[in-house]
């Protein structure tokens, strides 16, 4: 018989030498471009078990209008920090990187050991910022996303959702944590593409981006 441990709202199943996470529950920061395209899927598909985390004066805003995308509004659930009455299992980082500290703030009465974080900022630093700000939390996801889209005043427009692009920082290893993760995001209709080492496969986002018409990439595998 398999053992069943209970922690916050997260499965954690120990059978068979193996461990099964089962994410419950999700929350998204930063309901801009890329937040607006993932928090919709995860709505449609998760209802009441998704929310988006925002401060006072946000969270009003998107109570009254609701959050839109191609021109059609939808209403998640907010939650501000102060109203925060346990840890989720799920929390995508949707801001940019000068409005990564204060998402931190916000979103800390939300986060446990247990609980998974995926940033989805562009850049390098986000994860290891992240494990700085939460160093008893061993599950910070490096992670990026492929998704085209215009934010307008009022809503996002876009064209496609892209892939999130995800994986364990500096491990070859399919960790429990990943593999839930990816089932909980496909299973809401998003594309999403698993690296084995996904700090390599930033670093060479990186250099695409630095260096278009070349063929030439860093090897940094020796830099770490």
């Known amino acids: 018989m398999p053992f069943l441990r209970r922690y916050a709202i997260i499965d954690v199943e120990i059978a068979s030498g193996g461990i099964r996470v089962e994410i419950k529950t ?27 985390i925002a401060d006072h004066e946000r969270a009003e805003r998107l109570r009254s209008s609701g959050v839109t995308l191609d021109g059609e509004a939808f209403f998640p659930q907010i939650c501000e920090p102060e109203q925060a009455d346990g840890a989720v299992d799920l929390i995508l980082i ?32 986000a994860t290891q910022r992240l494990r700085a700000a939460f160093p008893e939390n061993d599950s910070a996801l490096r992670a990026c996303d492929g998704a085209r889209r215009v934010r307008t005043e009022s809503s ?30 496909c299973n809401a209709g998003i594309q999403t ?32």
């Open 94 to 125: 949707c801001v940019k990187n000068d409005q990564l500290e204060p998402a931190i703030a916000s979103i800390r009465p939300f986060v446990e050991r247990h609980t998974i974080l995926l940033p989805l900022l562009n850049g390098v630093t």
């Open 193 to 224: 593409h698993v690296f084995p080492h996904m700090q390599s496969a930033m670093w060479k986002k990186v250099d695409a981006q630095r260096w278009p018409e070349s063929n030439f990439r860093l090897n940094r595998s020796n830099v770490w």
């Open 156 to 185: 996002v427009v876009h064209s496609s959702d892209g892939e999130i692009q995800f994986g364990m920082e500096d491990t070859v290893c399919y960790l429990p944590q990943v593999t839930a993760v990816d089932q909980f995001l």
């Open 26 to 52: 999700a929350a998204a920061i930063g309901m801009g471009a890329v937040g607006t395209v993932y928090a919709k899927r995860l709505y449609d598909q998760y209802g009441s078990h998704f929310f988006a």
